[in-house]
């Protein structure tokens, strides 16, 4: 929703808005997150893609310290992740993604292009699909590769789709986006070589 500042919707904040705040924030972040790989791992992938430094990571490895923390977290959506940009709480992965982006002032990473941007956001949503249907299962498990390869036989038509977008194209645009970040990781996870 933070696509165009050309588009003024009362329900959203502008991107000339969210900017303005960003802009007054400190560079100095706290991003806080469960001290496992989940959605949240394509945020680091971001914060290195954007070179963002200043960022203090914080895990939370103990529900009781992270009990501890929420009920200082300033926010009405006290969660994790969390980034703390400064003062200004965002929490919920793809949020604190399109903070990142708006932040760096990188709206391309959702699409040059209105069909582009319709296209990213399609790509997300199925990213996400995908993602969710993939097993709670731990790395540490020594079955991990066979439950994920089933878990991604099982969801060949969602593959057999990105696999369609591409077209021999290195970007599912062809240039980088969000999108492309996001998939890198879910294969990397499943460690599937393509």
Not at 119 to 148: E, G, Y
Request: aromatic letters at 12%; one cysteine or more.
């Amino acid at each position: 929703f933070f696509f165009s500042s050309r588009r003024r919707h009362t329900r959203f904040l502008p991107v000339s808005w969210a900017r303005r705040c960003v802009q007054e924030t400190a560079t100095q972040s706290t991003w806080g997150y469960w001290g496992i790989k989940g959605r949240a791992e394509v945020i680091r992938l971001l914060i290195k893609f954007l070179g963002i430094s200043g960022v203090n990571f914080q895990t939370y490895d103990k529900p009781e310290k992270w009990a501890e923390r929420k009920k200082n977290q300033m926010t009405c959506f006290p969660n994790l992740p969390y980034l703390d940009d400064g003062g200004s709480i965002v929490t919920e992965t793809s949020a604190i993604i399109d903070h990142l982006i708006i932040r760096s002032e990188r709206e391309d990473l959702f699409g040059k292009t209105l069909m582009d941007k319709v296209t990213v956001t399609q790509m997300r949503s199925l990213i996400k699909d995908l993602f969710s249907q993939l097993p709670l299962a731990s790395m540490q498990d020594p079955n991990f590769k066979k439950i994920i390869a089933k878990s991604f036989d099982s969801k060949s038509s969602i593959l057999s789709a990105f696999d369609k977008q591409y077209q021999f194209k290195e970007w599912l645009v062809g240039y980088i986006t969000i999108a492309d970040i996001e998939l890198y990781y879910i294969l990397d996870l499943s460690l599937i070589h393509i």
